[in-house]
């Protein structure tokens, strides 16, 4: 993982001298004494500041921001996937992958002292924890990702792979991304956005999704079968047709 300097703005002070030299003599007496005692003040709280800040949580939250990039990127092509078949698959194989990663990293969070919120993020001396912080975080805002903009592929995983076991996995993770300082703005609001998609927690009374699909009824499915089947034979009957019509045996009248 790549480290960077963190940036601060520092605000500047202006001193205004009065023309009046008598007055300068003055001012400048006593902005030299306020100023020595400005300064100390200031550098205390800047000690104070640093020693407060979790540079190992700052450098690794720029690198989240630039996977997330790619995490978005990736959900986009997803969703404008129209196949639901492969868009099926897709998120199959994802998600059951991410289920995997995150009840690895849940076991190693749970064997170390890591409290998200309280305990800074884990340093390069620890990479094994670190690593399971991150899984942690990035695999669920994915997921997040998925549950919100492919949530009818997502209802046909869960009930294909019967995963009830999963929501508890899932809302674990939920929890401690929230906690754990990275996930931030609008990856906040997905997650929220994800809890109410999956019934983790009670949805808004406004709450709707508008990248699900509207239900279907039992004769609107019967009729796209029946198109579905049709489409399937008339292919199979072209095919036929071409393969009569390949070449022959010179010998053949």
Known sequence: RNNGDSVK?????????????SCLVCSQSADSEAGGVGRREDNLENKEENA???????????????????????????????????????VSRLTVRMIEVLTASNATINSSNFIPGLS??????????REAVANVVENIVLFGDMAIRCPDAMDEVFRVHKAKAWR????????????????????????????????????????RN???????????????????????????????????KGPRLSGEL
Not at 9 to 21: E, N
């Open 9 to 21: 703005m520092f605000g500047l002070s202006f001193l205004f001298v009065l023309a009046c030299s």
């Open 210 to 244: 508008p990248y699900r699909k509207p239900k279907m009824s039992t004769a609107e499915w019967e009729k796209l079968r029946k198109e579905k089947a049709q489409k399937e034979k008339e292919a199979k009957r072209t095919k036929r047709k071409k393969e009569r």
């Open 52 to 90: 407060t800040v979790d540079n190992d949580l700052v450098l690794y939250q720029r690198l989240y921001r630039t996977k997330r990039k790619e995490q978005q990127e990736m959900a986009n092509s997803l969703m404008a996937v129209e196949d639901f078949a492969k868009q099926y698959t897709v």
């Open 120 to 129: 800074k993020f884990p340093n390069a001396s620890d990479e094994q924890l």
């Open 168 to 207: 508890p996995i899932i809302a674990w993770a939920h929890g401690f991304a929230n906690q754990s300082g990275v996930v931030t703005g609008s990856d906040t609001k997905l997650l929220h956005l994800m809890a109410q998609e999956l019934k983790l927690e009670a949805p808004d009374s406004s709450y």
